[in-house]
């Protein structure tokens, strides 16, 4: 039906839905359609690039021209006809919901279908396939009813309401799918048919601007045009997919029991667990920053060896600490495995270190591995080292034991010695919570750790994984024939966190500048004197988004707005926040907003914001070819003098003092005198401005349970004692202060910033530095200077300071890659024990704004030198308080582990870094959003 004036769907809908003739009808609201003429004009281009490119297909691989044809002739066929998706079509969901409710324009039609009774496939020949629907059927159900033959990998399907899915419908890749609605498209090409896949996404979304399948112009249902035969339709239970489970080994990484596969999770998965084998308790944390990748650490309990001597760790056993790296060098197709490369145990002991490549392929319900072990995986050695055509050494792997001056180096041992094959099958069962698992082992229990030797009966190891929850696996084995194996992971998408701002103020209703004022119960500013008092919109626009308000002024048609202390990780619902407000309050002559963020008197990142469009953008849903950007990253506007005549000027005050009391929790982990040595305190964050760019900030620390009495053992040092002094750090005083410091910031022009900052700088280190700081607004780049004087603080933590002083700072380059969410930092410098080298700290950040990352220090000190651990290296990952907490608010929590603390290669470990206060000037700040938005948005 055409539109003859401008009116909301949603109120159009609800009249034509409530006439005698609409309640004898079955209406599919579904299926109902927005169709824009203005978007027809772009869908008829859409069209023609399809069949200009259905046409243009040659060569050797490609369809036969018959099937050309038939597909172009059908394309040819059909009209089009400007539809445009609709969140929902509901009238009621429509006119509660004013921004997803578009407004008709004249020229625009509205379709109001039946609900129709098949599904349709479109087959490689242009031809149409009507299947009866199912409920819950899945697509290759209908697929298969029309060619019991068909052995696609993929098929998209054009749903009812418009949006197109692709699924995954072959044995090798098969996944969980939305079952297709009555009246959808199904394409989905054989594997060897020639189509290429940007054909088969043209054709999709073409097909879902057609409305539902099954109808005829009316809307009414018709006969199928090609009804499949009765006895073609196979079972739709047979169909029914399930996602591929990727279980954790014994060992924390993807795998069977002992033995790797080359399968990987999800970017953003981490798993925590705990495998018993007797005599081995591991302790595994793992992982997944990129598709790619997976990393992660591990302890490793022996029970039948001691730590030490009786007088310094009692009865505790061994404990080895490890990392373990996996890649996935290349995907799985149709048929090709999947191939993955891998090392255990690196730069550690070496108790357990081996290396591998493992193939993978898929068959349904069944995943099958494949892969060769040196070292621990291959310790059954029943097979000669094919590199040992390039050299003798090969032949041979030097025998791994604890060796203190030598743990920590990349070993001279890798990919030496005899090899042996591993691998087996993972099978899913009917009920879906049980996962099998059998696998032969290529290490024989002949060369252990500590020269032991172990009985084994049999080669093959079996097991079971029960998933009690979606985040937590139980895992049951047989292993060595004799040796029964009991696992716990606790697993999640860390890229998934995220917490409802339920704690928020809600948001108020957006409206049209010319009843702002009385659209509201606040009242819009009143003129004074010299212009409009914006003091209530200021405390409007503190209220709802927890900033300070510093200024408010005209710039002819602009209003420009400048916050302070900028409590807040995601940012687009702030912005948001604030334009509302602005839009309500600012006189109708006013058409752009521009915000200005300040972080600590540094102005960092603006946002311009063209109203109308901003307003048209929330109060209307608009067609592709209408939807303008209104939000703009801009460097911030710069603030006229003070002296200088301004209008409309709110002037804000400022937060002088500021504390935060709360728990705080510390711990040690791996060492001699206990495996978990640990602290819960009550600590105390103080802060007084100062001015807006200068403030003092203490932190305050009173131990109130902990188990340091057990914390005798001062590790060895050759260096000069800048961290190996921890023990008596932590526990010399119950009441500590690890920051007493005054700092000053300021900007030199646009671009630069400098810092001065003197007192007690960390819990170790007290002293006076400066930093310098070149970001330029917008730019992936950065490089920052900063240099220190620093002496060493007393061991209470009080006012006191010790003998040892030191030069120490470094040159660091940081570049945000734009790659996958990839920061590299590379910096170069003196440490705090006088040792001059380079970190490389590389992470990975994901759209909630959890980041995984590891860093490495290499100083000119030698492995000897520095001592266990060669050189300084950790892993961390940091949480924005954000994704966390019922109400907005910024700051992250960070969880560090680095294997061993040395005096090599340490940093000082400077508050309030340059780097981190100008952070808001990073161009992909409205990028970042919590899980929901996070993943309907591009990654």
């Known amino acids: 039906m055409t539109i003859s004036t401008p009116v909301r769907l949603g109120d159009w809908l609800a009249d034509r839905l409530a006439t005698p003739q609409a309640r004898e009808r079955d209406i599919y609201v579904t299926g109902i359609q927005w169709q824009s003429a203005r978007e027809r004009t772009l869908q008829q281009g859409a069209r023609q690039t399809l069949l200009d490119q259905i046409g243009y297909l040659s060569g050797p691989d490609v369809p036969p021209q018959a099937e050309r044809e038939g597909l172009a002739a059908l394309v040819a066929s059909r009209r089009a006809t400007g539809r445009v998706v609709l969140k929902r079509a509901d009238p009621r969901w429509l006119q509660a919901n004013p921004s997803d409710d578009p407004i008709l324009d004249a020229g625009d039609a509205v379709a109001i279908p039946e609900r129709p009774s098949s599904v349709t496939v479109i087959r490689g020949d242009g031809s149409l396939c009507a299947v009866p629907y199912v409920a819950q059927a899945e697509a290759l159900y209908y697929i298969r009813a029309c060619n019991p033959d068909a052995a696609p990998d993929w098929a998209w399907i054009a749903q009812p309401d418009g949006v197109v899915q692709k699924a995954a419908v072959a044995l090798w890749n098969r996944a969980p799918q939305d079952p297709p609605a009555p009246g959808a498209w199904i394409w989905a090409p054989n594997r060897d048919s020639g189509w290429p896949e940007s054909l088969s996404i043209r054709l999709a979304a073409f097909f879902a601007t057609q409305g539902p399948s099954g109808l005829d112009d009316e809307g009414h249902g018709v006969a199928p045009e090609q009804p499949a035969p009765a006895a073609a339709v196979p079972q739709a239970a047979q169909f029914r997919a399930r996602d591929l489970p990727v279980t954790a080994s014994d060992w924390g990484t993807a795998g069977l029991l002992q033995t790797p596969t080359a399968r990987m999770n999800e970017a953003g998965e981490a798993s925590v667990g705990v495998s018993v084998t007797s005599p081995y308790t591991r302790y595994n944390v793992m992982l997944q920053p990129l598709d790619w990748l997976e990393f992660g650490f591990r302890y490793t309990d022996i029970s039948s060896q001691r730590y030490g001597p009786a007088t310094l760790s009692g009865t505790q056993s061994y404990k080895d600490k490890s990392i373990d790296f996996k890649v996935r060098l290349l995907k799985e197709t149709a048929i090709r495995p999947a191939l993955a490369f891998g090392m255990r145990d690196v730069g550690g002991t070496g108790l357990f270190s081996g290396e591998y490549f493992v193939a993978s392929k898929r ?555 100008t952070d808001k000037s990073n161009p992909r700040n409205l990028w970042f959003a919590p899980p929901s938005a996070a993943q309907t948005g591009p990654e």
């Open 363 to 917: 068959t349904g319900d069944f995943d099958w591995s494949l892969g060769v072990g040196w070292g621990y995986l291959g310790a059954r050695g029943d097979i000669p080292n094919p590199l040992s055509v390039f050299s003798d050494s090969f032949r041979n792997r030097p025998a791994s034991d604890v060796n203190v001056s030598n743990s920590g180096t990349f070993s001279r041992g890798y990919f030496r010695g005899s090899i042996s094959l591993f691998g087996g099958v993972q099978y899913q069962t009917p009920w879906t919570p049980l996962i099998l698992k059998l696998e032969y082992d290529g290490n024989n229990y002949q060369n252990e750790p500590f020269h032991q030797r172990f009985t084994t009966r049999s080669s093959f190891n079996i097991g079971a994984v029960y998933r009690v929850t979606s985040n937590i696996d139980v895992t049951a084995a047989l292993e060595r024939g004799n040796r029964a194996m009991l696992g716990v992971t606790l697993h999640g998408k860390l890229s998934n966190i995220g917490t409802p701002k339920v704690s928020d103020p809600p948001p108020i209703p957006v409206a049209m500048p010319s009843s702002a004022a009385s659209s509201s119960a606040v009242p819009a500013p009143a003129p004074a004197a010299n212009g409009y008092d914006w003091s209530a919109t200021a405390r409007n626009l503190e209220q709802q988004t927890g900033f300070t308000v510093q200024n408010v002024y005209r710039d002819g048609a602009q209003l420009i707005v400048v916050f302070d202390q900028v409590d807040a990780f995601y940012l687009e619902d702030k912005i948001d926040r604030i334009v509302t407000v602005l839009n309500r309050d600012a006189p109708p002559d006013v058409r752009a907003f521009r915000i200005t963020l300040r972080s600590r008197g540094l102005p960092v990142t603006g946002y311009a914001v063209i109203r109308d469009t901003w307003v048209t953008n929330h109060t209307r849903a608009l067609p592709p070819i209408d939807r303008q950007q209104a939000v703009y990253t801009s460097p911030p506007a710069i603030v006229p003098d003070e002296d200088m005549h301004r209008a409309d000027v709110y002037e804000g005050s400022q937060k002088r003092f500021y504390v935060s009391v709360g728990p705080a929790y510390q711990q040690t982990l791996g060492g001699p005198n206990g495996f978990v040595l640990y602290q819960i305190s009550a600590n105390a964050y103080t802060e007084a401005r100062l001015r807006r760019d200068t403030w003092l900030a203490g932190d305050f620390n009173l131990g109130l349970v902990d188990n340091y009495d057990k914390f005798t053992y001062t590790a060895p040092s050759n260096l000069p004692r800048v961290r190996t002094y921890l023990r008596e750090y932590l526990t010399t005083s119950r009441f500590t202060m690890p920051l007493l410091q005054l700092t000053h910031v300021g900007a030199i022009g646009r671009d630069q910033y400098y810092s001065v900052y003197g007192g007690y700088l960390e819990s170790m280190f007290a002293g006076v530095g400066a930093e310098w700081l070149y970001r330029p607004w917008g730019s992936s780049l950065a490089l920052g200077v900063d240099v220190n004087r620093v002496r060493q603080r007393g061991f209470r933590q009080d006012f006191s300071l010790r003998d040892y002083s030191v030069t120490t700072g470094n040159v660091t380059l940081y570049w945000d890659t734009g790659w996958n969410g990839v920061r590299v930092d590379l910096s170069v410098g003196q440490y705090l024990a006088k040792d001059r080298g380079a970190t490389l700290d590389i992470s990975r950040v994901f759209r909630n704004g959890v980041t995984i990352g590891a860093y490495a220090t290499k100083t000119n000190v030698t492995g000897a030198q520095f001592g266990e651990g060669s050189f300084d290296k950790g892993i961390y990952v940091t949480i924005p308080f954000d994704a966390l907490f019922t109400r907005s608010t910024g700051g992250v929590a960070a969880i560090r582990w680095s294997p061993l603390t040395r005096d090599g290669g340490a940093k000082l470990a400077r508050q309030f870094t340059l780097y981190d206060i």
